[in-house]
């Protein structure tokens, strides 16, 4: 397989993704379809797995960002600033075993192994739009659970108005925590009614394979609506809270990156336009869509809210 290629390049025409999401008709069922049980068996370790999974909010030209794409063009500083660098750079990372902490306002606060963490729940395979900050996106298959089932399972108090979510802080196998460039280890949040909404996932695995490192591993956020950056990776920690929380990027660059980081075209990032993005494997660039094409099943989260004061 094609993972030498430098990802930045447009992807040849036909991949083994695009061929069988043509083959099938996909696009034009994109919307409500399940797939991922008419899938033949899984692709060998040696090539490009296949993408599997219900689309959600996908548009007619969407088709799945190839794997060498998804696991060698990533942001994942704890690794490194490059994009090339996570996937350089975590070979000595360990994400197992791993333990995951539900703390906070909630009357059961627990902590888990994994294996437990996500045992109630039924792994899904969704494939979702992802928009970086940085004006670029992609299509990925993820597997995961919704977040709101280890929310419920929790019982959030009265209180409880946010969701904070901690990633782990590795120094012996995270080489970028050496620079100060976000204070660690890197934290995330949402409003817990944001966090509740079905859409949300916490990705175990992409491709129908476990997360790498690179993606994540073993547990990462994943909100299709908000720029990446909220979609905070190696997470082991949950804390539900009454305050809003602070987060990695917000405390580097409050004027930068806000809280709520809905994908919107009309709230320019002050250094450059949000108005349009490159696809990642492509050269032409396409339009940025109001929460990246989820807003009718978000929008309403929002309602009366002032987007650009909120941004
Ligand atoms: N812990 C942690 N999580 C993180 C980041 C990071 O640097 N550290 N980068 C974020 C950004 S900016 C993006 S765009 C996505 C990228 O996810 P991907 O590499 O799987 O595409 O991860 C997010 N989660
Ligand atoms: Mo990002």
Known sequence: MSIKRPSDLPSSAITPESLYFDRRGFLAAAGALAISAALPGCASADDDPKATGTPFGLQ??????????????????EFGLEKTDPAANSGAYKPTPWAVTVDGMVEKPARYQLEDFLKPSKLEDRIYRHRCVEAWSMVVPWRGIPLADVLKRAAPTGQAKY????????????P????????????????????????????????????????????????????????????????????????????????????????????????????????????AKR???????YAESVASLYAGMDLRKNF
């Open 176 to 283: 970028g925590l050496r620079a100060p460039v976000l204070t660690w280890p890197y934290t995330e949040g949402l409003r817990l009614d944001e966090a509740m909404h079905p859409l949300v996932m916490l990705a175990t695995g992409v491709y129908g394979r476990d997360l790498p490192n690179q993606n994540g591993a073993p547990l990462r956020l994943v909100v299709p609506w908000k720029y990446g950056f909220k979609g905070i990776k190696a997470i082991n920690r949950i804390t539900l809270t009454d305050k809003m929380p602070d987060t990695a990027w917000n405390l580097a660059a409050p004027d930068e990156y806000g809280f709520y980081a809905n994908v919107n075209p009309e709230v320019d990032h002050p250094r450059w336009s949000q108005h349009k993005e490159r696809r990642i494997g492509e050269f």
């Open 163 to 174: 969701v904070m979510f901690t990633t782990v802080f590795a120094p012996d196998t995270m």
């Open 60 to 77: 007619k030209d969407d088709r799945p960002t190839p794997w060498a794409d998804v696991t060698n063009y990533n942001n994942f500083y």
């Open 287 to 293: 339009p940025t869509l109001p929460f990246n094409g």
